[in-house]
């Protein structure tokens, strides 16, 4: 069963067309009718889970949100990276390239996830930082 349809509301970012999504059902801390973020594509944000998109973050290219994970604020997720577990994209942060966040890590403020980098457990990254290339960062 779907949990968010499109608005109607469209956005062109970047040469992208993007959705406004509104839920469908109760899930999470999320009510039937909330409006939520901006996507270009349902396979951006999966039906299944508790996983969404906020405000006016923006999730667009390849990139995937599933699970629990949530993506809030001014962030924007793009390219062929993925957002799983309970990990959180917030403020102003980007996360792009083959990326992936996992597990309960935060990535806030102005922080920048590229590459191939990988972000796990509770890691958290938050300010200016900018984590790229094949760089793991986990909780140990």
């Known amino acids: 069963m779907k949990k968010y349809?499109?608005?109607g509301e469209t956005?062109?970012?970047?040469?992208?067309?993007l959705h406004r999504i509104r839920a469908l059902r109760d899930f999470?801390?999320?009510?039937?009718?909330d409006i939520g973020g901006w996507i270009e594509k349902e396979k951006n944000l999966s039906h299944e889970?508790?996983?969404?998109?906020?405000?006016?973050?923006?999730?667009y290219g390849s990139a995937k949100?599933?699970?629990?994970?949530?993506?809030?604020?001014?962030?924007?997720v793009y390219d062929s990276t993925k957002i799983c577990g309970s990990a959180i994209v917030c403020g102003s942060a980007i996360v792009c390239g083959s990326a992936i966040v996992c597990g309960s890590a935060k990535i806030c403020d102005s922080a920048k996830i590229c590459d191939s980098a990988k972000i796990c457990d509770s890691a958290e990254i938050y300010g200016s930082a900018k984590i790229c290339d094949s760089a793991c960062i986990n909780s140990d």
């Open 11 to 17: 956005l062109d970012w970047k040469g992208r067309i």
């Open 5 to 7: 349809e499109f608005t």
């Open 28 to 33: 999470g801390d999320v009510k039937t009718g």
């Open 65 to 76: 949100i599933c699970d629990l994970a949530k993506i809030y604020g001014s962030a924007k």
């Open 49 to 59: 889970g508790d996983c969404w998109i906020y405000g006016s973050a923006k999730v």
